[in-house]
């Protein structure tokens, strides 16, 4: 079993709807990650908490709006989106920012854009 | 930027035969990872590497780290049916993201 829960399993939005995908972790971990999965590619990294702040924006389209509440939460709010973001989109979190702690994922939200 | 190769893509093998994977990078990294992922779910960490030379096992699993730090290895003994997933490797540098490989695809033949 994952320690970093994600929910939902899977989502199918429309291209002018709105949604957020939830991700928790309960490990004390002072960083969270949001990566997008492709089919038969490895995951690429798009935001970085670092500390509850957003610390690294990997140049990710304002369509996708992350939010970190608390240490334990992290959000990704999706609007207008498009086919193209049909994807396996994958929460991590680590024990240090920065450092060498390894990454820790849920199991991914399948997100399939309409 | 730094990119990790992974040899080999994919491979098939017979239930029971040792199985050898690896990573290689042109630039040094301080800390390797190896991950496997299986079908609608999310990478597991296997097995973390912090020092050049060093030898870890995890049951079955065995990694190195490189000792020119731009290599690591993974060795699966005995595979079963459920050792089919994805393998990735991982590099990271003090106070960079980590980078990961491509990806080898396992599969096993029963």
């Known amino acids: 079993d994952t320690e970093v829960t994600q929910t939902p399993k899977h989502l199918v939005m429309g291209m002018t709807n709105k949604k957020s995908l939830k991700c928790e972790q309960h490990?004390?971990?002072?960083?969270m990650y949001w990566y997008k999965q492709k089919a038969k590619k490895p995951p690429e990294l798009m935001f970085v908490?670092?500390?509850?702040?957003?610390?690294i924006n990997e140049s990710v389209p304002s369509r996708f709006s992350p939010e970190c509440p608390n240490s334990s939460l992290l959000n990704l709010h999706l609007h207008a989106l498009q086919p193209e973001d049909s994807a396996l989109y994958l929460c991590?979190?680590?024990?240090?920012?920065?450092?060498?702690?390894?990454?820790?994922f849920g199991n991914g939200t399948r997100l399939t854009v309409t | 930027g730094q990119q990790l190769n992974q040899s080999p893509q994919s491979m098939f093998i017979q239930e029971g035969e040792d199985v050898s994977m690896n990573c290689t990078s042109s630039?040094?990294?301080?800390?390797w990872l190896w991950y496997k992922q299986d079908p609608g779910e999310g990478p597991v960490l296997l097995i973390a590497?912090?020092?050049?030379?060093e030898l870890t096992s995890n049951g079955r699993l065995t990694a190195q780290f490189g000792i020119t730090r731009k290599d690591s290895f993974l060795n699966i003994s005995a595979s079963i049916p459920s050792d089919v997933g994805i393998y990735f490797c991982?590099?990271?540098?003090?106070?960079?993201?980590?980078?990961f490989g491509p990806g080898t695809r396992l599969s096993v033949l029963p």
């Open positions: 991590a979190s680590s024990q240090d920012p920065g450092y060498n702690s390894p990454l820790h």
């Open positions: 630039s040094i990294f301080n800390t």
């Open positions: 908490y670092s500390y509850e702040k957003l610390s």
């Open positions: 991982a590099g990271h540098n003090y106070g960079q993201n980590f980078v």
């Open positions: 490990m004390g971990h002072r960083a």
């Open positions: 590497l912090y020092k050049a030379g």
